[in-house]
């Protein structure tokens, strides 16, 4: 299941403190740009007189040159420098603040003074794109999900107060007028509702709420004032927990991003042993012709190329932009390490109530030997009186005003009533056969649910009920096998034969039902036992399947929405109800695994080019630069791409 998977519920660090260096890279924001900017104005000016004026009184100024670019180096330079000595205090020697100020004061040292001004410029420049390109992809996670109302209309002593949904307890009664967020989850006391959950689901279509149904933070409402008897305090609420969920993801890396980080670790002593080599080895073996300062200047352009900025920053990067994509369609990830886990699936398993079917149950068919509405409305006036999933389906295709009288269950197998003076039956095949009344045999061949029905023990037809597979199942499990999965599999606790009958419907390869909680897990634990190095993945509906998303390599819980279990116990939660989101995340996984990759090959490849060149005395300084800073703006563009992507 792999290490990460087992620490899912322990790491809480908050978005806000997590940033994709082990150090502290805060720019001043506004300041660093004024400090840029000047340092810019007076490194080209310096490079005007120079190269292009060729002004004697400025070339020949030794101190005036000195002193120019001085004052262009400190407002960029000045924070790198603090931040090495800060460091250095603490034992940390080896870092890219450290190789900047080595490579740049080394640089002044040898009369490099405008390259050493450049190196410092731009990357200063390069971190400000960092900053912001990280702080835009989380905000892009935040702005997504942090659509917390931020007042309650409450009734209290007869009148409306505003304030702020944290002082509102359960059971208060609080008002939404016409395009305000919906401040704290509860009941709906208005008959009826327009929302839009685009916020909570990615579905940006309306959706209807009728008197008694619950309703939840954030979702906006569309017509008339509605009135909401609060469920929950603000703090536990369904978009509380999403947010910190959230926040929380960034804590949790992927085995590429903690591979990058030791890589660096090890990466920068070694590259600042190789510069002192370089610098000093040639002297025994070119001697006389051996020039210091010329083997100093290849060492430092070897030390300002080798940066490992652009390979720290891209990664992290590359997983914030999936998080956000994600999110944007509906999809909540609970760290980068899941995105990964999405791209290398190889087994899906499923459940089939609420995640491949609806879940509600509908009348299928209606057979009978008398009147067919008289038929229906017998079973459904006995029905009325249970509370049964079965009854409710029955009641609600064939409402009616007739009464029952003597209504009462026989346990696991139906009920009787008396409608007209006449005994009624209504009920399974072992309620027929427990007062010896016969029916065809081929009933008992029909895969479905079925109610059978007896009048004075005679028996006069049948209506059989079943839950509607989902339009998008089979679509579901056709993408999921273009993208290469070996195997899906349908675990469900209904009987075998609906199970079996609803897996070919939507072409999964293995179904097994008659399944308790238990009986899922010892299947899943089966399934992982025979295939060892295979990823596996549980979609549930969150609640009963709590084990089972547990056990299984990424748990996924479909419909989330309002579900607090989905949201505690899965690894990735897709807050609509539509499979085919599935092979949304499993494609957001992969679209980011691959940039990530990309800008992992990008920097390595031109860093090592440019290292072998500046060794060789053939890359200067400014190659030293693009290698460093235009590698890892290439990579902060490449990682912005995905928030871009569109995915269906």
Known sequence: MGQEHSNRNHTHNNVNQEHSHDHDHSHGGENTKLFVGFSLIMFFIGVLLTNILKLDWFINNQPLRLTWYIVAYLPVGFPVLKEAFKLAKKGDFFNEFTLMSVATIGAFCIGEHAEGVAVMIFYTIGEIFQESAVNKAKGNIKALLDIRPNQATVLRD???QIMSPEEVGIGEIIQVKVGEKIPLDGELLTEKGSFNTSALTGESKPSTYTKGEVVLTGMINLQNVIEVKTTKRYEDSSLAKILEMVQEASARKATTELYIRKFAKIYTPIVFFLAVVLTILPYFILGQEYQFTTWLERALVFLVISCP?????????????????????????????????MAKLDIVVMDKTGTLTEGIFKVQEVKSTINQEEFTTIVAAIEKQSTHPIAKAIVEAFPTTKVALNVHEISGKGLSGVINEQTILVGNTALLKQFNINYPEDIDMIVESIVVVAIEKKYIGYITIADQIKPDAKQAIAKMKAMGIQKTVMLSGDKNTITKKVAKEVDIDIAIGGLL??????ELEKLKAA???????FVGDGINDAPVLALSDVGIAMGGLGSDAAIETADVVIQTDQPTKIAVAMHIGRETRKIVIQNISLALIVKIIVLILGAGGIATMWEAVFADVGVALLAILNAVRIQKMKFQ
């Open 517 to 522: 909680p238990e009986g899922k897990v010892k």
């Open 158 to 160: 007869g009148k409306y």
């Open 531 to 537: 295939n060892t190095t295979k990823s596996i993945a």
């Open 309 to 341: 900025c652009a390979l720290v920053i891209s990664v992290p990067l590359g997983y914030f932009g999936g998080i956000g994509a994600a999110s944007k369609n509906g999809i909540l990830f609970k760290g980068s390490n899941y995105l990964e886990l």
